[in-house]
């Protein structure tokens, strides 16, 4: 049983370029959360996704958006780079929304803003 | 939101010796508290979970513990070895009971000396 899985493991962006990460669930999950989780500190809650809709968002800037595919994978993309923007980004899956469950995560994606 | 405080930030143990971490949070609609293993270059492992009917719960040498009343919950590993080191975040959820965005802590280093 494949777990979470991220793309790429790690990326190199200069200031005002823009990025994309990408996430696939864990078998069976519909919902995919991502986190911002900066050096030293906890993961940070960015949007969640279900349904191929954003159901809830952090205290993130518009900079930040994502998408949901059918197929349950999802998109994170960060426009404008920031230097402040370097960190590791998280992808959590989870079986069904609304309802109490764990969050699994990825092993994440470094980014590095230059 | 939810606000959660983790202590303490380093932890340095003897092989064998037990380890505590503890957390307190603010929102009393809370009932749900995961805690998770990362290790240096990896993404969060959860290890334990408790649910707020319950007030411990164990799995072999790990347990946590919740006291709803006082609004805080801690991990305790027993027997620890070498390969427990890593970094340990508690979390629960947004204020509202939100299972799905989950605010962390900002994460005990336990180092377990041979």
Do not use: M
């Amino acid at each position: 049983d494949a777990g979470v899985t991220q793309s790429p493991t790690h990326l190199i962006k200069t200031r005002g370029q823009q990025v994309t990460l990408r996430c696939s669930p864990k078998s069976g999950h519909d919902t995919v959360s991502w986190y911002q989780q900066a050096l030293g500190q906890g993961p940070q809650f960015i949007f969640q996704y279900y349904e191929e809709e954003e159901r809830q968002r952090g205290n993130f800037p518009d900079r930040f958006s994502g998408h949901q595919f059918p197929n349950y994978s999802s998109e994170l993309n960060v426009n404008a780079l920031l230097l402040g923007d370097s960190a590791l980004y998280l992808c959590a899956s989870s079986p069904r929304q609304g309802v109490t469950d764990t969050q699994y995560f990825g092993p994440g994606t470094r980014l590095t803003v230059l | 939101g939810e606000n959660v405080e983790q202590h303490p930030s380093t932890l340095s143990v003897q092989e064998g010796d037990s380890a505590v971490i503890k957390c307190t949070y603010s929102d009393s609609a809370s009932n749900y508290f995961p805690w998770y293993k990362q290790e240096l270059g990896k993404g969060p492992q959860l290890i334990i979970d408790i649910r707020s009917n319950v007030g411990e719960k164990k799995d072999q040498r790990i347990a946590v513990t919740l006291n709803k009343t006082a609004k805080h919950f801690s991990l305790h590993i027993t027997e620890t070895q070498p390969e427990d080191s890593a970094v340990y975040f508690c979390a629960a959820p947004a204020r509202g009971g939100s299972n799905y965005k989950l605010t962390f802590g900002k994460g005990t280093l336990l180092t377990v000396n041979p």
